[in-house]
């Protein structure tokens, strides 16, 4: 209590957050990006009112609501009252969740503001919505966290260029295309408002958002852990106050509430930072590997994988998998075409999740295959697809995804969605997962979901026609969660036509997530370059070869050493009877071997990621991309010097930034080979002089700490 106000104080890291409840309504009062609490009477003062009757912060004139919730076309924006406030363990270990209840006074609706801490600068925010009342509520729109980021002095805007300039700038992945991952950009935030919506049902831009302070320098990270449609807005209405907003999007009711019923809104993840940019990364991949990454199953924390799509029946696979562990890797995964009634193209029959009678000895003849090689084996599933030529659809036609009540057209680009809505659907959809993952014992898995579903099916519910992306990716979160409850073991891989779902709602259940199906140079690193300032490379996996004719669009070397800023999944080795002791084989064994040996020990424990080149994003003008990854202990260290224009300067001096300045280090220089021993100190300050006189070339520079006796 502060006065006649509730108050709810929330610190992690340096990062504090206080709300009110004030009049009825919920109000965020001030951040802290240094881990400073305001005293009691500067709280009290923010909503106290001065000699002429106005308070610093006014509900009535500024959007400082902390959520934002419409029930039956009534905006729940205030009339609340304050029911309790406790604590509680949190689901990942290490974490507690503070827990704010409400209750409205007007509508049979009561809140659980939960918020999550886990020692970083980032909290997560969510709300469990009950409705109380003994008829349906139709839920229209939801933002689970809103409000005030920032609400400057006027008095800090002098001298940096008056009125016009703009006080703050947003980062983000504007792109929704197939093959435009990563593509990160900046942008200044305008007057008045600047929204997005994401309306495709799979966006190659994950909702992953940058907001930079001019003035003070400080960084606010939003993303939104949904997988499904969605909007942001940030207004910058007044001389220096910014608000912003996040939430799924859709045609109203998002959800219709029977009496008694708890939904549980997406989560929102925020965090308030004054550091240099590459620390700021950092704080935000700490949080992402302690709140949201599930944790790797023992003995599968890393490995370099080969994957095929089934184009041809009978022994070719058996053939590639030969391939994969003569080459040196250590699992094998069979992509698509496994499934269904006939052999044909891999997409034509989806939805029909059993095995193909083409396959050598079936299933379980793969499995021993790759077991015997000393491989994992992994299989590809794209369980929410249905496909016009499948049995599944013959037999229920009605289980797709349809809208338009009551003419029910079905809806996808590139195949159906399967109704989640639709009871038996979803059993269809849980039994085909667990079902795969566990008969053909896997050791590990890949989701897929290459369909486009627009603004998403309907289905008439209490006379509602509820739009059914709230309930489809209820079931798909519920599943994957029943997955890591009854099959641990299994590693759980993320991909949705590329990079089409890498938000933190499914990155939170699966292990590592795919990069882009667009994997020719340079748009691969630089897709690299552009994800890994939202996801932990570990994370990330990399399908090198995915693209026919990729290997002609940089030399040898640089092709390869992408493989070593990602998990690695090597899609294929070229001709089956290709001879393999030529140097692409030789070269390629090498770099394989390089990330198990050099790569891995610092991409299995946490890297510390260095952005020398953050905000090229992938299609703009740029010479270079540059990454570094340090060991946290600082003992060692790799970069990739890429050069993507040959047009530009052919030297690069790299001050490599995750050394030690105490320590010296044994550096080589991938291209020719030569090793020297240079103090951490001369590196960060004078730096490597490297040159690259053609585009689509590249140098790898690793560093490694030297032990004095």
């Not at 859709?250 to 929102?268: D, F, N, W």
């Amino acid at each position: 209590m502060l006065g006649d106000m509730r108050i709810a104080r929330y610190v992690s890291g340096t990062t504090v957050r206080e709300e009110a409840l004030e009049h009825g309504r919920l109000l965020g009062l001030y951040w802290s990006a240094t881990g400073q609490v305001q005293r009691e009477d500067v709280t009290a003062s923010l909503t106290s009112r001065d000699n002429f009757g106005i308070p610093k912060l006014d509900p009535l004139a500024q959007p400082l609501s902390v959520f934002e919730l419409e029930i039956d076309g009534q905006s729940l924006h205030n009339g609340w009252e304050w029911v309790s406030a406790m604590e509680r363990a949190g689901a990942r270990p290490g974490t507690i969740e503070a827990v704010v209840t409400l209750r409205h006074l007007l509508r049979p609706i009561s809140v659980n503001v939960v918020t999550r801490l886990d020692g970083t600068p980032v909290l997560a925010r969510w709300l469990e919505i009950t409705n109380t009342g003994a008829v349906s509520a139709a839920l229209a729109h939801v933002s689970p966290w809103s409000g005030m980021l920032w609400n400057a002095d006027p008095t800090w805007t002098q001298g940096v260029g008056g009125p016009a300039s703009a006080l703050y700038s947003l980062g983000y992945l504007p792109p929704e295309n197939w093959g435009e991952e990563g593509d990160f950009t900046w942008q200044p935030l305008p007057h008045e408002r600047f929204r997005i919506e994401r309306t495709n049902n799979r966006f190659h831009g994950s909702p992953y958002w940058i907001v930079r302070n001019e003035v003070t320098g400080e960084s606010c990270f939003i993303a939104l852990a949904w997988s499904g449609n969605h909007f942001a807005e940030f207004a910058y209405r007044s001389r220096t106050m910014l608000s912003f907003k996040t939430g799924p999007l859709g045609p109203a009711p998002l959800r219709v509430m029977a009496p008694g019923e708890t939904v549980i809104s997406p989560e929102v993840h925020l965090g308030m930072l004054h550091t240099g940019f590459d620390q700021s990364v950092q704080s935000w991949h700490r949080h992402v590997r302690t709140s949201v990454l599930p944790p790797r199953p023992v003995g599968k924390e890393m490995y370099t994988i080969a994957a095929r799509v089934v184009e041809q029946p009978d022994d070719w696979i058996l053939k590639e998998i030969d391939i994969a562990a003569e080459m040196g890797c250590e699992a094998f995964m069979v992509d698509a075409g496994w499934y269904g009634e006939s052999f044909t193209e891999w997409f034509e029959h989806r939805g029909d999740w059993f095995e193909g009678s083409w396959l050598p000895g079936g299933m379980a003849g793969i499995r021993e295959h790759i077991h015997g090689k000393g491989m994992l084996f992994g299989l590809w599933l794209e369980p929410e697809a249905v496909t016009a030529k499948s049995k599944l659809y013959r037999e229920h036609p009605d289980w797709v995804l349809k809208t338009d009540p009551p003419e029910n057209r079905p809806v996808g680009a590139f195949g159906y969605g399967l109704n989640l809505a639709i009871p038996e659907a979803a059993q269809y959809f849980e039994d085909s997962v667990i079902k795969v993952i566990r008969d053909f014992k896997l050791d590990f898995y890949k989701t897929d979901f290459n369909i486009t579903t627009y603004e998403g099916g309907q289905n008439v519910r209490d006379g509602l026609a509820e739009n059914e992306s709230l309930r489809h990716f209820e079931t798909l979160y519920r599943v994957y969660d029943r997955v890591h409850a009854e099959l641990p073991d299994v590693a759980l891989e993320d991909c949705a036509g590329g990079g089409g779902r890498n938000d933190l709602g499914m990155m939170s259940r699966f292990h590592y997530a795919c990069e882009s199906d667009y994997s020719s140079f340079p748009r691969s690193i630089r897709a690299i370059n552009g994800m890994t300032l939202f996801l932990p490379p570990e994370a990330i996996c990399y399908y090198h070869n995915h693209i026919p004719m990729a290997h002609q669009t940089a030399d040898l070397d640089t092709h390869l050493r992408v493989t070593l800023f990602s998990v690695p999944i090597y899609v294929g080795f070229g001709a089956q009877g290709a001879n393999r002791s030529n140097d692409y084989f030789v070269t390629t064994r090498r770099y394989i071997e390089l990330a198990k040996t050099f790569c891995r020990p610092i991409m299995a424990n946490r890297p510390i990621v260095y952005h020398h080149t953050p905000d090229i994003g992938v299609f703009k003008p740029a010479d270079w991309c540059v990454l570094e990854y340090a060991a946290p202990d600082r003992t060692r260290a790799y970069a990739g010097i890429f050069k993507v224009n040959g047009a530009g300067a052919s030297d690069y001096v790299l001050r490599p930034r995750g050394l030690s300045w105490s320590h010296d280090y044994r550096v080589t220089l991938d291209n020719s080979q030569q090793t020297f021993i240079v103090s951490g100190r001369e590196l960060a300050n004078t730096g490597l002089r490297l040159s690259l006189d053609a585009a689509m070339t590249s140098e790898l520079v690793l560093f490694e700490v030297v032990a004095h006796d």
